[in-house]
């Protein structure tokens, strides 16, 4: 990334090629669109090449590069928000959950109870358990403490395990 901040533009396909597939997982595991999350993750590459005077060299690329994305899709969220009704939304989901409850019963009732999750419950599973980010690169992204970041997983994990539960017994 220095070289990118320092002019030599090339070096951009570089982290492209190394990180664009872990951004996409990032963006679907959020969305559950895979369209979306495409355009999410052309939309952080284009906001890296603007705002590449900002990149911190004694900071993470990663974690920078988080932030970015963490934006970038919270921009999304506020300009889509008027185009779904509630019932549209829960329509949605619904149709979504019984696609994939029809595949395997256990995995839809894990995604269902992430979907059902507050968005920074879910943005910080996200990150630690399906990005792999390690703590202090989360606080850094969300501008808190390790120590917060901590807590919010505990919470994030315990707040999944109940609704998980509480899917898996209107199953039974």
Aim: hydrophobic share 40%.
């Amino acid at each position: 990334m220095r070289q990118v901040k320092d002019g030599d533009l090339r070096k951009l396909a570089v982290l492209f090629e190394r990180h664009h597939r872990a951004l996409f997982h990032f963006f679907l595991r959020c969305t559950s669109d895979r369209a979306l999350s495409e355009d999410l993750v052309q939309e952080v590459y284009f906001r890296i090449l603007r705002y590449r005077h900002t990149f911190n060299p004694q900071h993470a690329f990663t974690a920078w590069m988080y932030q970015i994305a963490r934006n970038a899709q919270m921009d999304q969220l506020q300009k889509r928000r008027p185009e779904v009704t509630p019932d549209e939304e829960m329509a949605s989901a619904s149709s979504r959950v019984d696609d994939v409850l029809s595949r395997d019963q256990e995995v839809a009732l894990l995604r269902r109870a992430m979907e059902l999750l507050p968005e920074d419950k879910r943005e910080v599973l996200v990150l630690s358990r399906y990005q792999e980010l390690k703590y202090e690169e989360i606080a850094q992204i969300l501008g808190i403490e390790v120590g917060a970041v901590k807590v919010r997983v505990f919470r994030a994990v315990r707040a999944l395990g109940d609704l998980y539960t509480e899917l898996a017994g209107a199953k039974a």
